[in-house]
């Protein structure tokens, strides 16, 4: 499975942006999505997952009411549309897949996700 990123940018605070991450080599049924970030000097924290049917989503409590997660089966593609967008959400947001078949539940735990995308910057101005 590989995961290629884009759409990131920089933009003024309160406006959007659009991520897509495209996954290669095939999705099942089984398999989690998700979008994580990383600030300089911060750990890499959640943003958003959500499931193959996309029957299910998770957000992290900053981005909830804002962010956007969803999954176009037809097209391996996974997309975070990003709404009022704040100085604090700048960072390099990485696209990752969860392959676990033991698991059901959307893990907020980057240990779970099993491969990653090289990811894209996001960066927003105050």
């Known amino acids: 499975v590989q995961l290629q990123a884009s759409g990131g940018g920089l933009v003024q605070a309160g406006n959007s942006l659009r991520l897509s991450c495209t996954v290669s080599?095939?999705?099942?049924?089984?398999?989690?999505m998700g979008w994580f970030r990383q600030a300089p000097g911060k750990e890499r924290e959640f943003v958003a997952a959500i499931t193959w049917s996309a029957d299910s989503t998770r957000y992290a409590s900053s981005v909830r009411g804002r962010f956007l997660i969803s999954f176009d089966k037809g097209q391996d593609t996974m997309y975070l549309q990003m709404n009022s967008l704040k100085p604090e959400d700048t960072a390099r947001y990485y696209c990752a897949v969860d392959r676990r078949l033991q698991s059901y539940s959307l893990s907020d735990d980057a240990r779970d996700y099993g491969d990653w995308g090289q990811g894209t910057q996001v960066t927003v101005s105050s």
């Open positions: 080599g095939g999705t099942f049924t089984w398999y989690r």
